[in-house]
């Protein structure tokens, strides 16, 4: 599996890679080999390239705004190009979003940022659920 990191300021994620410690730790114990490519985006061209250069199972970790779109276009296009790509959106502000319309786009499991920072445990939820091949929403947008 690939994995696919979006966010419009992709370079900026990069370099802050630790905040993004769990999806690491989570790969490392999934990955005894180490052979998952990670792909920072800033666009949905971008991520759409990727995916479509590899039939192999992608995870699609997205905010929800790229630079040339949004998250949820590129999840929609991910499970169009390969139906076995799961995704995990990332909500920057705790705002009204159609949850039924996100997980009909295709969303596996819905986040929002600041539970990140807060480390309330939803990314690593979020993340064990995925690998369950279950939905998950953050208790934090209910």
Do not use: C
């Not at 990191?5 to 993004?20: Q, T, V």
């Not at 499970?79 to 009909?104: G, M, Q, V």
Request: glycine share 4%; no cysteine.
């Amino acid at each position: 599996m690939k994995i696919i990191i979006g966010n419009s300021a992709a370079d900026e994620i990069k370099e802050n890679a630790s905040r993004l410690f769990p999806i690491n730790k989570l790969l490392e114990s999934t990955d005894s080999n180490n052979k998952r490519k990670r792909f920072y985006v800033s666009t949905v061209q971008e991520s759409i390239s990727k995916l479509s250069e590899d039939s192999d199972r992608f995870l699609i970790i997205t905010s929800e705004l790229l630079r040339d779109g949004s998250g949820i276009e590129l999840i929609k296009a991910a499970k169009i190009i390969n139906r076995k790509s799961t995704s995990l959106l990332i909500l920057t502000h705790n705002h009204k979003i159609d949850i039924t319309k996100a997980f009909d786009s295709g969303v596996d499991a819905l986040i929002l940022d600041e539970s990140i920072d807060n480390r309330s445990g939803a990314l690593i939820n979020a993340l064990e659920s995925l690998k369950r091949k279950r939905l998950f929403l953050d208790p934090a947008l209910t």
